[in-house]
């Protein structure tokens, strides 16, 4: 599920703030930076959720909504879209707090469905645990 507004009852996997070194030709937030912390984002929770070590089999989808912009702090929030066997798929809602004319606003920047696989020593899937 994605967020329409941030949550109130959760903390962010990730909280950071945009700095000149991650921007594009434009001066606004490369994308890839987004994503990045996205991935790390949804790996927190899908650790959390396989009680052991994920890696990224797979970015199912990933929209921007409305640019980022130097300075402002960007929170992203996530959620576990569905458990299969192996597999964990988790939704990251991204929001910037910025300060515009004086006033604090909350703007959803993007949103993202990433899947992790839980994997063993060997590096090989694992089942993921009953919640
Ligand atoms: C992830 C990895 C261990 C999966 O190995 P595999 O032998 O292909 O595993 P499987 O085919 O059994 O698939 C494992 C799970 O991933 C899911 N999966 C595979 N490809 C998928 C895709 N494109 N989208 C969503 N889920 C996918 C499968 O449905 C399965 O889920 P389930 O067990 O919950 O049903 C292997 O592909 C790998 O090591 N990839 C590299 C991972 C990595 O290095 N990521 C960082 C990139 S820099």
């Given amino acids: 599920m994605y967020f329409e507004t941030p949550p109130g009852d959760r903390l962010p996997a990730i909280r ?13 937030i490369f994308g890839g930076w987004l994503m990045s912390h996205a991935d790390m984002a949804g790996a ?3 650790f959390q959720r396989a009680r052991g070590r994920v890696v990224t089999v797979s970015v199912n989808e990933f929209t921007f909504l409305r640019p980022v912009y130097v300075g402002d702090v960007v929170s992203f929030y996530t959620d576990v879209h569905k458990v299969g066997r192996t597999s964990v798929a988790i939704d990251i809602t991204m929001f910037s707090m910025r300060n515009t004319d004086g006033r604090e ?8 469905r990433i899947t992790y696989v839980h994997i063993g020593a060997d590096r090989l899937p694992r089942a993921i645990p009953a919640d």
Avoid: S
Avoid at 16 to 28: F, S
Avoid at 105 to 112: F, H, L, N, S
């Fill in 44 to 46: 927190v929770l899908g």
């Fill in 16 to 28: 950071t703030m945009a700095m000149p070194k991650d921007t594009n030709g434009l001066g606004d």
């Fill in 105 to 112: 606003e909350q703007v959803r920047v993007a949103t993202a």
